[in-house]
């Protein structure tokens, strides 16, 4: 698991075989101009092979490269630079994410919605603070997250995944938008499915709407203080784990709650890349080592 080298080549290779469009022969996005000596493959390939080692500082990820592994990549760019193409390369890494999600979930008739506070910093320090306030659209707000009983300062992650844990859509908002807002979206996404959620997402208005729609019927626990209260079953609340489990485990190895960007575009980079860093390791379990998919601590060579 500590060589990056070899887990970098079984990384790599698993993208090729994904045989994306957007991708030349080359590894590069098919684009005019002159071809980099890194090629945009092996930067997003990189990019994810650090994040599963839990290398989540560029400083950090370049020292190791530049002292131990020169050799193995002798096309490799300065700091700087692969941090601006691999920020340049968010679309096609959500791309990847995607397609390795497809061969999980295209069957599915269960799916799990849930939301993890992701913060920026500490709410002492909102007013002062300058992350990701380049504009107002993008910048952080202060939200409440009812589980963990606590006020933030940053950002809300949505994701809905699958049974067996593996992410079928994401989101990232402000802190302050409530979690009904994220199913909005789900008709375009979902169809002809059971979806799970916790109390945050009561409401027979957004019930009724995903159910005419795209035929998603939306199960969540009751108040108890509601009319014609029932309790809610013991299997899917069991099942809805899965997706905390999802989010223990990216904050755990993957350290999504550790933040070392100064720019949105950078902060919804390096989540996006976490997230399908998780993904991949995922596929590489199911599809090419033949053992159990959550096993993300053990090493893929």
């Known amino acids: 698991m500590h060589n990056i080298k070899s887990n970098f080549d079984i990384i790599f290779q698993t993208i090729?075989?994904?045989?994306?469009?957007?991708?030349?022969?080359?590894?590069n996005?098919?684009?005019?101009?002159?071809?980099?000596?890194?090629?945009?493959l092996e930067v997003i390939s990189l990019t994810l092979t650090s994040e599963y080692m839990?290398?989540?500082?560029?400083?950090?990820?370049?020292?190791?490269?530049?002292?131990?592994?020169?050799?193995?990549?002798?096309?490799?760019?300065?700091?700087?630079?692969?941090?601006?193409?691999?920020k340049d390369l968010f679309h096609y890494i959500g791309k990847i994410r995607a397609a390795l999600a497809q061969h999980f979930v295209a069957s599915e008739q269960y799916f799990i919605v849930d939301s993890m506070p992701i913060e920026i910093c500490k709410l002492s320090r909102e007013k002062r603070?300058?992350?990701c306030k380049e504009t107002l659209q993008t910048a952080p707000d202060k939200g409440y997250c009812a589980s963990q009983q606590m006020y933030f300062y940053g950002y809300k992650l949505h994701g809905v995944c699958s049974v067996n844990g593996v992410f079928h859509s994401i989101d990232?908002?402000?802190?302050?938008?409530?979690d009904n807002e994220i199913l909005k979206d789900l008709n375009t996404q979902l169809s002809d499915c059971v979806l799970l959620g916790d109390k945050g997402y009561i409401g027979k208005q957004i019930q009724l709407d995903l159910f005419q729609t795209a035929s998603i019927r939306l199960h969540s626990p009751m108040r108890s203080n509601q009319k014609h209260f029932k309790p809610y079953p013991g299997i899917f609340r069991r099942t809805r784990k899965?997706?905390?489990?999802?989010?223990?485990?990216?904050?755990?190895?993957?350290?999504?709650?550790?933040?070392?960007?100064?720019?949105?575009?950078?902060?919804?980079?390096?989540i996006l890349a976490k997230i399908t860093a998780l993904t991949i390791v995922q596929f590489i379990n199911y599809f090419i080592l033949n053992r159990p998919i959550n096993n993300i601590k053990h090493a893929i060579f």
């Open 242 to 270: 899965r997706l905390e489990t999802l989010f223990s485990q990216l904050c755990d190895q993957f350290m999504i709650r550790r933040n070392y960007a100064k720019t949105f575009k950078g902060f919804r980079t390096r």
């Open 54 to 86: 839990s290398i989540d500082s560029e400083n950090l990820l370049f020292k190791k490269l530049n002292s131990c592994h020169r050799q193995d990549f002798p096309q490799l760019i300065d700091r700087s630079q692969f941090n601006r193409r691999k």
């Open 129 to 131: 603070a300058r992350i």
């Open 172 to 178: 990232l908002t402000k802190a302050s938008v409530h």
């Open 29 to 40: 996005v098919i684009r005019t101009g002159p071809k980099p000596k890194l090629s945009d």
């Open 16 to 27: 090729k075989s994904l045989e994306l469009n957007d991708f030349g022969a080359d590894g």
